[in-house]
């Protein structure tokens, strides 16, 4: 079967850096996506890997190794506002969006 | 205003009754999908249509059904709630040309609680 494993909650410190990790069982991949949830709302869009290699967009940055079925999520200078739920997707090759149950991310002062 | 609206945001309901989720967009986008959202898992995907003409069953189809009405519309259906169709819906569009990633844009949520 297909399968998404990530952490079910982490925290972290204010202004500190935090790792999520995603591994994937998937069948077939075209790419893997981060997405933010603030909780009772929708999730955004953060980032998409297609390629091996480090994806950087600000604060936020991805990791993709597709031998490995493996991806991370980095934030840097952690803020209150990154309080979140973060999930990673994988679209299989049926095109087709498999999605973990997400990471909570706690931030503290 | 939001691009992706779902109407009702929230509903309570009793077992047995028909319910009905909109969604509409303005993003122009063709392809729109219902997922729910239950704690502890990931996002499932009900339903999805790639333009007016097309209805395919997602991960978990049964019970529901959907209708698109417009490319703008799509409307999903629980013709006799059951109380574990509790969950929080959410309706997502995508573009395929959108970056190339297909990325998908969400709408607020319904919560709907069956008793």
């Known amino acids: 079967g297909q399968n998404i494993d990530q952490p079910t909650e982490m925290t972290a410190t204010e202004g500190a850096i935090v790792q999520i990790n995603c591994t994937y069982q998937t069948s077939g991949f075209n790419g893997l996506f981060w997405y933010q949830q603030h909780a009772g709302e929708a999730p955004t869009f953060l980032s998409y890997n297609v390629l091996d290699g480090l994806e950087e967009k600000g604060r936020f940055s991805s990791f993709l190794s597709r031998s490995k079925g493996y991806s991370y999520l980095l934030l840097k200078e952690l803020q209150m506002k990154d309080s979140a739920s973060y999930l990673c997707a994988v679209r299989d090759s049926n095109y087709q969006l498999i999605w973990g149950a997400g990471t909570k991310l706690i931030i503290k002062p | 205003d939001a691009d992706v609206t779902q109407t009702p945001r929230n509903r309570i309901t009793k077992t047995g009754k028909r319910i009905m989720l909109e969604c509409s967009q303005t993003?122009?986008?063709?392809?729109m999908y219902w997922y729910r959202q239950d704690p502890g898992l990931g996002l499932r995907l009900i339903y999805y249509s790639f333009d007016v003409k097309d209805i395919n069953k997602g991960e978990i189809s049964d019970g529901y059904s959907v209708s698109r009405q417009a490319q703008a519309k799509f409307s999903l259906s629980l013709e006799s709630a059951i109380p574990n169709q509790t969950a929080l819906y959410f309706c997502a569009t995508s573009d395929l040309h959108s970056g190339d990633t297909g990325e998908l844009f969400f709408g607020e949520g319904s919560r709907l609680t069956v008793l």
């Open positions: 993003k122009g986008h063709d392809r």
